[in-house]
């Protein structure tokens, strides 16, 4: 599956079939949410965090890919990313674009 941010594919006619969409909410337990706290006191990346964020944005894209090829669909156009925090220490990812089907 061919994924771009552009809303074409150089070179090639595109058939839209739809909005496609993927998305998670992930958190961390309550221990390493503890120690992500701690950390904000003296700064530094909070690597259980950036974890958790790219294992949800691989799940979310999976999961747009899957609703694209239920469609029929050999790419997808436009892709963009969002997230938004649904409660303390969890975020929701969601990927999404256009489901299209290429021609020559």
Known sequence: MLLVTTE???GREAEPLGLVKGSTIQTVNFVRDFGASLKTLV???LKDYTAMMDKA???A???MIQEA???GGDAIVGVRFATSAVMQSAAEI???GTAVK???
């Open 8 to 10: 074409f594919v150089p």
């Open 43 to 45: 700064g530094g990346e």
């Open 57 to 59: 944005r691989v799940v």
């Open 61 to 63: 894209t999976e999961r």
């Open 69 to 71: 090829q239920r469609l």
């Open 94 to 96: 969601m990927a999404y």
């Open 102 to 104: 290429l021609r020559n």
